[in-house]
């Protein structure tokens, strides 16, 4: 049979172990290495601009603010009043742009480790550039563990993890584990909510299930959302853990009077129709593929820690 | 960086002319050509058995009644009353055993081009099986095109395409053109109604919008619903036309109320829970990925077909 | 089990319809299209720079000297005495650079279809630019069928054929049928050899062997000789048509007694015992790997030539 | 463009950390895992049936003689007359069979750690089942390393080593080290030769290369050949080190005299002209293509070695 081929150059990004999407580049921006991380701006056929770390596609510019409004507006829009803000990770600028949105923020602190890649970013990616503008902003190039733990006890209103994808045998687990949760636990005020992005819902359920269940091991109240990210060819996830009110008990009638309220403008697809949407599926889907998650701890994770402390 | 790769075999199967997805393959399990496609029925590593054609994959263990159900019920529960349904292709049977489940259907006809295949898939895939015992069903070994027009006018409650996916070079596009509609409606009864799948709403915005548009340029009223389905990787697209009420009319509730009426048992995924958010979020996908289609006429594809009739 | 990848993109090249390969790509220097093809320049993890016409790689930084040096001097060194050369295709200008080393040659004819291609190479791609500086070179940008059919018969001593690769489904299959030989034939001098690159030997033997028959029903001896090329992952398959001596004629020691008094210099690659070495090999894989070729007749491929022109 | 593609599922073979082959697959005739590693044997388009040890092509129907002949004959008939040889690997027989095919051998021992996969191959692998069959034949199943160091000093005229590939990152790197080919010279006896096979020579010059140095630093005189294997898509390395002559320094009539005197008869590929060929073609790409190796020390992998003996 015949097959109609376009593209000569493809990504071949691996999504499980035995699963993998080869998607058409018809250009590289920009090619390099920071300290941290392999790092490519490509254009791509499919999702127009992208930017890829460690070979993986973090967000582009087709939808890169449909990942950045999920993983920001339920948390926020739950919190009654969310004043001080932290972005773990989020180095890409686009997630402090969705938490400047809210005209009740008086501080958002960014920490990222990456400081070569903000540069990077800002100058590469269009998007990328507005969320550091704001001066409220502060921003900070630092491992995001250690800098939250040496942070004020009770300080934050809505913890925001945008950092690298959960997994087993990567570093970045560290950022998933029940210590890590209860670091933040600490550091959130009363009613304030942690969410993290986590991984595919329906192609690695057992991880996305874990990290709910790490966080269900210290939060009161947790809940778990998905949206279907074009660029990230998946159903993405994010789980929320939360010492008051939770996303999920939010109509959306609701959301959307919060949105006018707190003076969100700018929305190109959250709102309240998509809030009550995705949160509806999501428990459908997790009705029809169920698994089980179990506690991540950083025990369990010690070799992993262990080797890359030794790199 | 190492990988974690688990499969040694894979399909490798093209999306879009600029997308393609590699999963891994256990086992073979059948592999053959018909008359009229390659059948290749293999364990893969994350969806179960799966049927492909045409290195294409129709469905697998994992998640076929999400397609099955997804197809079928929308526009059976829109029907005041359906007695009379056609499935166009459908040679899996599994459509089949979905419309069976309504008790006041009298009579199932299904039309598919390959007698082989349905042979191939009764031995190879046990969700197939249970649709072929019922009573009700009429097998006709035929071309669906050729089939439909040879019936008497007004005779369907409910038409099913369940066919080979739309593309622009393949012959199976006279399944998905003005004409074919045409037809359709004519042999549809007074508050007929007929629902295809198409092609995945993100990847092939152009090409489902123009389903609808050829759909729209027949019948009075049209819908469009999209449901994200693991195996296929994507929200999969289906297009209704109606002479009377759409899907999108009912409430989840009255959904509910009618498959508990019409005595519908053994869903697995479908609900009126379901059918209200995947309606809701179609429409803000499709708010949001704005794109045109175009009434996709015989003439259009008659360089296609007539190269086709000549092989 | 753990893979070590390093590239994140990746060229992804058709071989056969059966086998593909995958090779990582760091950079993309220009990409575009000119009236008659796509190119690529690309940077690639494993062979430099390298040039890609339709997303098939032509020749690399790595060993673009080992492609040209094995299509040039066999033919030319078997010839008593070159003076007039034509090269079909060859835009790459590399080809002219090796028919140049030799002070016999009084005029370098070469007809490619695509001068926007030569001045893309001549600009990204070191290795093409010292070729087109000889004043013997004269460059035609024509159909090299049409030329030459235009230019006087028993005009040429040698005619490289270095077009795009030889497909029974492409257009390009005109410059590799029998009608095409006999024309060539008919402009050769009394000497006068042919040459042509083909496909690989052993993933293609059945062409390969085609295009060698097709050379024999014109030509009174014919050879065909095969190079493993790292850049094209291929023993790549070369065959010639003589009026007069055959390189397979020359013994080691009289191909550099000739390179020698043809005053030759440069070479990175070719040489006496490369030149016995690969014609012993070919034979006796080609013993091994038995195939049968045919002969190509234009009337063989007339359906895809009739389609081409209607495009 | 179209691009015909056949197969719908394929290999994905790492060649390099940059370099993938995707090979069709018809069939799977078996699959499963042994203790020590994963094993497929499956039907391939391109190549017939084919072994897969954790996922890399051992062999294929279509020319395993290619790999086996190449592998044992430049030893054997080198060596003055071969009494006492041993096989470490080679599980697949083949290897053994062409050992056998020497009257002068009086005994040969094969070493393989895995007999569930001796067990596989006899049933499956047509080619395998021969070379089990001679009573000469001593199956020993063990790791090589091992058992070679119980043996006694001075035993074997011949070493044939045909174990999983050289890879720095793999336990089997343990049989390429400098005390390893310390441990062997030992055991040869007076003219005794050891032959390894390696990897691709041009995909992998460095590694090839240094499995060379690692064999100089302990043999008095060591050899390097490489023959293109169709299967392997590649010039596989073989690397020599005697403690008498080499194969090198026989030309291809002693060679073939040798067969003669030796009675060995069947041989498909290998003679004195593809002996002269292939070790004046290898001279001359080493030639092109230089890098450098370094001596492999098992002190240089302990970490490895380590981490493989705590799994």
Redesign the interface.
Same mark, same amino acid.
């Given at each position: 049979? +015949? *097959?109609? $081929?376009?593209?000569?150059?493809? *990504? %071949? @990004?691996?999504i499980?172990?035995?699963?993998?999407? %080869?998607?058409?580049?018809?250009?590289?921006v920009y090619?390099g290495k920071t300290k941290y991380q392999?790092v490519?701006i $490509?254009k791509?056929? #499919?999702f127009g601009l992208a930017l890829?770390l460690?070979?993986l596609l973090q967000s582009a510019e087709?939808?890169e603010f449909?990942y950045h409004e999920s993983l920001v507006h339920p948390a926020m829009i739950a919190h009654p009043n969310p004043k001080r803000v932290l972005i773990v990770g989020g180095g890409e600028g686009a997630t402090a742009r969705e938490v400047e949105r809210y005209k009740s923020v008086e501080e958002v602190q960014m920490v990222d480790l990456d400081g070569e890649l903000i540069e990077i970013v800002k100058k590469y990616l269009p998007w990328s550039q507005e969320g550091f503008k704001d001066p409220r902003l502060k921003l900070v190039i630092a491992e995001g563990r250690s800098y939250l733990s040496s942070q004020p006890d009770g300080y934050y209103d809505v913890i925001i993890m945008d950092a690298t994808d959960p997994a087993e045998?990567s570093l970045a687990i560290q950022l998933y584990t029940k210590e890590f949760y209860e670091l933040a636990y600490r550091k959130l005020s009363e009613n304030g909510l942690i969410v993290t992005h986590s991984a595919p819902l329906?192609?690695k359920t057992r991880l996305v299930l874990s990290v709910l269940e790490t966080m269900k091991s210290v939060f009161p109240k947790t809940g778990l959302y998905a949206v279907?990210i074009?660029s990230l @060819?998946?159903?993405w996830s994010f789980v929320v853990g939360s010492k008051g009110p939770l996303p999920s008990e939010l109509s959306g009638e609701e959301v959307d009077r919060r949105l006018r309220e707190r003076g969100v403008k700018g929305l190109?697809?959250y709102?309240g129709?998509?809030h #009550?949407? *995705?949160h509806?599926?999501t428990d $459908? +889907?997790l009705g *029809?593929?169920r698994e089980k998650g179990e506690v991540f701890t950083d025990s369990k994770f010690a070799k992993t820690l262990r080797e890359a402390a030794e790199e």
């Open positions: 049979m +015949y *097959v109609k $081929i376009a593209a000569t150059k493809f *990504v %071949l @990004e691996w499980t172990e035995n699963l993998a999407s %080869l998607y058409g580049v018809e250009d590289v090619t392999k490519d $490509i791509t056929s #499919e890829l460690d070979g087709v939808d449909v045998d329906l192609m279907y074009k @060819e998946a159903m190109k697809f709102s129709a998509l #009550e949407a *995705v509806r599926l $459908i +889907y *029809v593929f």
